[in-house]
Nanobody, 121 residues
Framework: QVQLVESGGGLAQAGGSLTLSCAVS????????MGWYRQAPGKQRELVAV???????NYAESAKGRFTISGDYAYKVVDLQMNNLAPDDTAVYYC???????????????WGQGTQVTVSS
């Protein structure tokens, strides 16, 4: 059983900051990538940022220069520091990990339960 547990969402004013954290636990053998996605009302889920085992990162255009992803593959945690928040950042944010678990040799996607981020103008 693999679990991704998020924390740190909430309410912020435009221009403010929030930090999201996610801890991966369970019968994990290898993590390939960890990242954050978000889904706003009426919209599809979209990538915000991803961090690879190499330390390389990739950001959505809307996140570049404002958000910073960091991760520790040994401790299986990933954070998202969000600065200069805007009302358009309002969404449910989901932690994501692509990993192998248990006896499986296949890579699978796992998701957290989501944490609400609301930015007021």
């Amino acid at each position: 059983q693999v679990q991704l547990v998020e924390s740190g969402g909430g309410l912020a004013q435009a221009g403010g900051s929030l930090t999201l954290s996610c801890a991966v636990s369970g019968s994990v053998t290898t993590i390939n990538t960890m990242g954050w996605y978000r889904q706003a009302p009426g919209k599809q889920r979209e990538l915000v940022a991803v961090i690879y085992r190499s330390g390389d990162t990739n950001y959505a255009e809307s996140a570049k220069g404002r958000f910073t992803i960091s991760g520790d593959y040994a401790y299986k945690v990933v954070d998202l520091q969000m600065n200069n928040l805007a009302p358009d950042d309002t969404a449910v944010y989901y932690c994501n990990a692509n990993l192998r678990a248990g006896d499986s040799i296949s890579w699978s996607q796992y998701w957290g339960q989501g944490t609400q981020v609301t930015v007021s103008s």
